[in-house]
């Protein structure tokens, strides 16, 4: 047969290989044919007994009501369902629960006790495996239960007395009288069943419970369930006599559920007595306190539920406060390690990698957006950190100092300026006989306590915690300093416990820490940078009559040793290079000293309470200064751009600054007169006619009778209208007139136009400043107003009662016009809660909202002609003195100096004799001030320092003239006053009077 062609051979082959497969293909059909109907068979098998054993179950449940079932048929009823137990199944699981929990119930039936069987030879095994099996169930369930909807809360309640009733056996009725006995073994059992449901993952189950009952605004779990669920909680920890593994697994679980302290203190009370029988409180602290257990915690945890573990250990040491005293170093350290933990992961703006946190701010970990609504409730909890109760408690060793003394201490010396000077004398009778038994010492920098006592380590720890918390807690950072300046005692105590630090005092210590990187000084600036962030919050939220009256916290005169302090200490780090490589925490200190410094002079400038020469630095030299400036060093620049008011006014100092290079304004502007009779003023403009013409612009719009600009009451400085809407264009009108002001400034032209203080912190900026305080420059804008503004937050009864809301009513041209402060505000009442709110908000609508178009307009004019770096070397008085001067006398003595005589006239010539005895005898200071103005343009001096020679750029020239009977003549351009040879005293007194005061005869030549 293969005597057949190749192809017959192929053939062949292929057909024995064909039905090969074809025998292999029919096996495996027959094969998975069997398989398939031995899986239905079973499958059918199964359903089928499956069907019967819920039937026997169904039918077991039905007669249940009828008849006592005793121990041993609920245990086989129990291991039938447990063996075909779905999801399907829970009814009858649920019923099961019921008639073991039932069987439990009944009275001197011990063969009806399920737990009976327990002490069956044959079954003890078998029952404990069932017991955990049906624990277990019911702890799957509970894990898919809400407790908030009514059905599944009836289902927690029973899962849970199952899990309650099976895990202690002080409950059981098989075990009283004669059964004592029994109690240990049975212990043991329910010891051995808790360890099974630990190992399976309790701790998590119950976590997930309270979480789902408690995590919201109103919890739904009832003080029954409650109190079962922290019951469970604590049986494991108790029965292990609070083992290091259990205690790790209730902080985890159970003390990281928000507020869980909180719910527990409010809904069962029995539950937080239990906390503190068992010392709980300790042993949380000294399990956190060592370091690396922290640190799992806190890994295990991380941010949110670290933030809700934090608040529950906070909450249990204000409701502990012998634990707290006694552990204070631990409950210290524990809360900045789990701070610090957190911090890592705070972040200063939105990125990709960071979520929004509302106590945290933006963070860099995953945040669970179900705490939520619970984040209110761990918000209050951590207030109770910088609450009255816990600050006493570890802030004791400070607050224990006494401030003040029996027996009265001599009045110190007087200065040229003080604050005294400046209080009202009504105000210092108050002070004398609200302190007539004691009055405080002044607390200054003593030195003597040693840095590494204990005590100064504990308060320095505790300073490193509460600074902390305000770079950590970000978006309640001011309910923090403002818990911490609650105490009026507190901070003046923490700065005595300063100025008593080092063998010397305070400023000496402080700056050697700068240059060391140990622990220690770590610390000491951590106090220090906490003493300025609270004090600055402090300053900042009293009023003038606080600070300077009542004088709350502080007294003036220690608000002088701070400044000085603290003036001293920032310009080390300026001058000293530490700021140019600062980074960090030093970077962070930096800002706070220097926030702390500034509102200070801010103060200060305003209304003052130190000597002159309180804020400069004499040993800086101007000259070097400027020689570094000119070179661009680094901290020359710093030091200008952070603390210009070092720098002594009474030299050349800033003559300098104006040599700097700046740019200039580009175009001259040339300006002719027309007098009175319709001709041409003689003379050549060569500035001095500008600026008569700049001062006439200016005098009349800045005129209130034109309505772009009102008066304040009292002193009668300006401000922009707000009806100034009646002008068609009177943005444009108030961009222009910013413009003048900066030309009038750049080219050095003092105007007599007095701001209001509120408005020019405005046009220089520091509106937006984190230091700045609408409510602080309202006196500016109207005295009255303030006081009764004020006088709201000193209301002792219900503010409400006083019928005010959220609004502001004014009188606009005749109408009544309600002005909301808030969405809504008119409609929502002022309240004892929300009056310092209200205060804040009236007071930015007075100077902000109600002129801020008028203010965008008139600053971006300003700012077209200043830059406002160019102002920042300036505090807002000072810019007010660059605008209109000084209205200090005019030092006839130094314009006599600086005088130049030529055409006949010399220093003993009898007409300038009789000149200068006139102007100093004859003449008042403002004919003197005339006198100068028609004479140079100036009114006023520039007050930086520079004498009134100096400013008429080095020389004032008097020039001989003839015919003797014309009035004085000026070349204002170049200082020039010319002069007739007068032959009678008198007939010179009466042309130069008449001049001034017609203001023509002075025509410019």
């Given at each position: 047969m293969?005597s ?5 051979k192929s053939?062949f082959?292929?057909?024995?290989r064909q039905?090969?497969e074809e ?6 059909r027959e094969?998975a044919a ?5 899986l239905?068979?079973?499958f059918?098998?199964?359903c089928?007994?499956q069907k019967?054993i819920?039937?026997?179950v169904?039918?077991?449940f039905?007669?249940?009501g009828t008849?006592k079932r005793?121990?041993l048929s609920?245990?086989k ?5 447990l063996?075909i137990?779905?999801q399907?199944d829970?009814m009858r699981f649920?019923?099961?629960?019921r ?8 009275e001197?039936e011990p063969?009806v006790?399920?737990?009976s ?18 624990l277990w169930v ?6 898919k239960?809400k407790?908030?909807i ?5 289902l927690v309640t029973?899962y ?7 895990t202690d056996?002080s409950n059981w009725?098989i075990v ?20 099974h ?6 701790y998590?189950?119950?976590?997930i419970?309270l979480?789902?009952?408690?995590a919201?605004?109103?919890p ?9 669920i922290?019951?469970?909680a ?9 083992s290091e593994?259990?205690l790790?697994s ?8 928000p ?18 029988t068992h ?11 060592r ?6 915690i806190?890994v ?9 573990l934090l608040?529950n250990?906070?909450h249990?040491?204000?409701?502990n ?13 524990d809360?900045?390690d789990m701070?610090?933990?957190c ?15 509302p106590?945290?701010g933006w963070?860099?970990q995953?945040?669970d957006?179900?705490?939520n609504?619970?984040m209110?409730?761990v918000?209050k ?7 009255v109760?816990?600050?006493r408690?570890?802030f ?5 100092k006494k401030?003040e003394?029996?027996?009265?201490t ?5 200065q040229a300026t ?7 004398v009504?105000?210092l009778?108050?002070r004398?006989?609200?302190?007539s038994a ?11 306590r040693r840095?590494d006592?204990?005590?100064?380590q504990?308060?320095c720890?505790i300073c490193v915690?509460y ?10 950072r ?6 911490l ?14 100025c ?12 050697e820490?700068?240059?060391n ?6 610390q ?7 003493f ?9 939220i009293?009023?003038d ?24 200490f ?6 000293d290079g530490?700021?140019e490589?600062?980074k960090?925490?030093?970077l962070?200190?930096?800002?706070s ?7 200070l002079y801010?103060?200060d400038c305003?209304?003052?309470f ?8 004499k040993d ?10 000119e070179?661009?060093?680094r901290?020359a620049q710093?030091?200008?751009q952070?603390?210009p ?7 050349d ?8 290079p700046v740019?200039?304004i580009k ?8 007098n009175?009779l319709?001709v ?6 060569q500035?001095?006619?500008f600026k008569e ?5 200016i005098?009349?719009?800045f005129?209130?009778?034109l309505?772009?600009?009102k008066t304040t ?5 300006l401000?922009p209208?707000?009806?100034s ?5 009177h943005l444009?009108?108030?961009e222009?007139v910013?413009?003048?002001l900066?030309?009038a400034m750049?080219e ?8 209001a203080s ?6 220089m ?5 984190t230091f700045?305080s ?5 006196p500016?804008?109207d005295?009255e107003?303030?006081?009764n503004?004020t006088?709201i937050?000193r209301y002792d ?8 809301t ?9 109408q009544?016009v309600?002005?909301e ?10 309240t004892?809660?929300n ?14 909202t109600?002129i801020k178009e ?11 002609i200043i830059n406002p ?5 300036f ?11 000084d ?8 314009l006599?100096?600086h005088?130049v005589y030529y055409?006949g ?9 009789w000149l200068?005895?006139i102007?100093?005898s ?17 009114y006023?001096c520039?007050d930086?320092g520079?004498t009134?020679g100096s400013?008429?750029?080095g020389?004032?020239?008097i020039?001989?003239?003839e ?8 070349s204002?351009?170049?200082?020039l006053l010319?002069?007739p ?5 008198s ?5 130069l ?13």
């Amino acid at each position: 047969m293969f005597s057949a062609t190749q192809s017959s051979k192929s053939e062949f082959l292929d057909k024995a290989r064909q039905a090969r497969e074809e025998r292999k293909g029919y096996k495996e059909r027959e094969r998975a044919a069997t398989l398939i109907q031995a899986l239905v068979r079973r499958f059918l098998c199964r359903c089928r007994l499956q069907k019967q054993i819920r039937k026997e179950v169904d039918d077991f449940f039905q007669d249940v009501g009828t008849t006592k079932r005793n121990a041993l048929s609920i245990f086989k009823i129990a291991r039938k369902l447990l063996f075909i137990f779905c999801q399907d199944d829970k009814m009858r699981f649920e019923k099961l629960c019921r008639s073991i929990l039932g069987s439990m119930e009944v009275e001197n039936e011990p063969k009806v006790w399920y737990v009976s069987l327990a002490l069956s030879k044959d079954l003890t095994i078998p029952w404990i495996k069932q017991i955990k099996d049906v624990l277990w169930v019911s702890c799957q369930f509970l894990k898919k239960l809400k407790p908030d909807i009514l059905q599944d809360n009836k289902l927690v309640t029973l899962y849970l007395t199952m899990l309650v009733t099976f895990t202690d056996t002080s409950n059981w009725k098989i075990v009283r009288g004669k059964g004592e006995a029994l109690r240990p073994a049975l212990t043991r059992i329910c010891e051995n069943i808790m360890g099974h449901l630990n190992q399976k993952g309790f701790y998590s189950i119950l976590q997930i419970l309270l979480t789902n009952g408690l995590a919201r605004s109103r919890p739904s779990l009832t003080k029954g369930t409650l109190t079962a669920i922290f019951t469970l909680a604590l049986r494991p920890v108790i029965a292990a006599h609070f083992s290091e593994n259990l205690l790790r697994s209730l902080l985890i679980h159970i003390m990281s559920v928000p507020a869980v302290v909180s719910h527990i203190n409010t809904i069962t009370p029995e539950c937080m007595t239990t906390i503190q029988t068992h010392d709980l409180l300790r042993k949380f602290i000294l399990f956190l306190s060592r370091e690396e257990q922290c640190v799992d915690i806190c890994v295990c945890l991380e941010g949110s539920h670290t933030l809700c573990l934090l608040g529950n250990l906070i909450h249990l040491g204000f409701l502990n406060e012998k634990v707290l005293e006694e552990e204070a170093n631990h409950f210290v350290k524990d809360l900045t390690d789990m701070l610090a933990y957190c911090q890592r992961y705070v972040s200063q703006k939105k990125s990709n990698l960071t979520h929004w946190h509302p106590v945290l701010g933006w963070f860099s970990q995953t945040v669970d957006y179900g705490l939520n609504e619970s984040m209110p409730l761990v918000t209050k909890q951590l207030q109770y950190l910088w609450g009255v109760p816990v600050i006493r408690t570890l802030f004791s060793d400070v607050l224990s100092k006494k401030l003040e003394i029996q027996e009265p201490t001599p009045p110190p010396q007087p200065q040229a300026t003080t604050s005294q000077n400046n209080l009202p004398v009504k105000s210092l009778f108050k002070r004398a006989f609200q302190k007539s038994a004691s009055v405080r010492n002044i607390l200054k920098p003593v030195g003597g306590r040693r840095v590494d006592s204990v005590e100064v380590q504990k308060v320095c720890s505790i300073c490193v915690l509460y600074q902390t918390a305000l770079t950590t807690l970000t978006q309640i950072r001011l309910q923090i300093l403002t818990g911490l300046t609650y105490l009026d005692d507190l901070l003046p105590k923490l700065w005595a416990f300063i100025c008593e630090l080092g063998p010397q005092g305070g400023l000496k210590l402080f700056t050697e820490c700068l240059n060391n990187d140990t622990e220690e000084s770590k610390q000491l600036l951590a106090m220090l940078m906490l003493f300025c962030d609270c004090s600055r919050h402090l300053i900042t939220i009293l009023d003038d009559i606080e600070v300077y009256e009542e004088q709350i916290s502080f007294k003036t005169e220690e608000l002088v040793t701070i400044s000085s302090f603290l003036n001293t200490f920032v310009y080390k780090m300026v001058w000293d290079g530490i700021l140019e490589n600062a980074k960090g925490e030093k970077l962070d200190l930096f800002h706070s000293v220097h926030g702390w410094l500034m509102v200070l002079y801010e103060r200060d400038c305003r209304r003052r309470f130190s000597p002159d020469d309180n804020w400069l630095r004499k040993d800086l030299k101007p000259s070097l200064l400027f020689q570094e400036l000119e070179k661009g060093k680094r901290r020359a620049q710093l030091l200008l751009q952070y603390i210009p008011h070092v720098i002594p006014h009474k030299n050349d100092g800033y003559d300098q600054l104006r040599r700097l290079p700046v740019n200039s304004i580009k175009g001259v502007i040339r300006v002719k007169f027309v007098n009175d009779l319709g001709v041409d003023e003689a003379g050549i403009d060569q500035d001095g006619v500008f600026k008569e013409f700049l001062e006439e612009i200016i005098k009349k719009v800045f005129n209130p009778a034109l309505n772009l600009f009102k008066t304040t009451s009292g002193n009668e400085r300006l401000y922009p209208s707000p009806t100034s809407y009646i002008h068609e264009n009177h943005l444009q009108l108030f961009e222009f007139v910013g413009k003048m002001l900066g030309k009038a400034m750049y080219e050095g032209i003092v105007v007599d136009v007095p701001f209001a203080s509120f408005f020019l912190s405005q046009v220089m900026g520091h509106h937006h400043s984190t230091f700045y305080s609408s409510i602080d420059e309202l006196p500016s804008l109207d005295s009255e107003f303030y006081k009764n503004l004020t006088s709201i937050k000193r209301y002792d009864g219900d503010v409400s009662d006083l019928g005010l809301t959220l609004s502001y009513d004014e009188d606009v041209m005749g109408q009544l016009v309600c002005h909301e402060l808030i969405p809504g505000g008119k409609t929502m009442l002022v309240t004892n809660e929300n009056k310092i709110s209200y205060i804040h908000l009236m007071a930015h609508f007075r100077m902000h909202t109600q002129i801020k178009e008028q203010t965008a307009a008139f600053i971006r004019g300003f700012r077209s002609i200043i830059n406002p770096e160019w102002l920042h070397m300036f505090s807002t008085p000072e810019v007010q003195r660059l605008v209109s001067g000084d209205n200090a006398e005019i030092d006839l003595d130094d314009l006599k100096k600086h005088t130049v005589y030529y055409g006949g006239f010399h220093s003993s010539h009898r007409v300038i004799i009789w000149l200068w005895d006139i102007l100093s005898s004859d003449f008042t200071a403002e004919e003197r001030a005339m006198f100068l103005k028609v004479s140079t343009t100036l009114y006023l001096c520039h007050d930086t320092g520079d004498t009134l020679g100096s400013v008429l750029r080095g020389f004032f020239t008097i020039r001989k003239k003839e015919p003797g009977g014309r009035l004085p003549t000026s070349s204002t351009c170049f200082n020039l006053l010319k002069l007739p040879n007068y032959s009678k005293k008198s007939i010179l007194r009466d042309k130069l009077r008449y001049a001034i005061s017609m203001n023509t005869g002075f025509e410019l030549s």
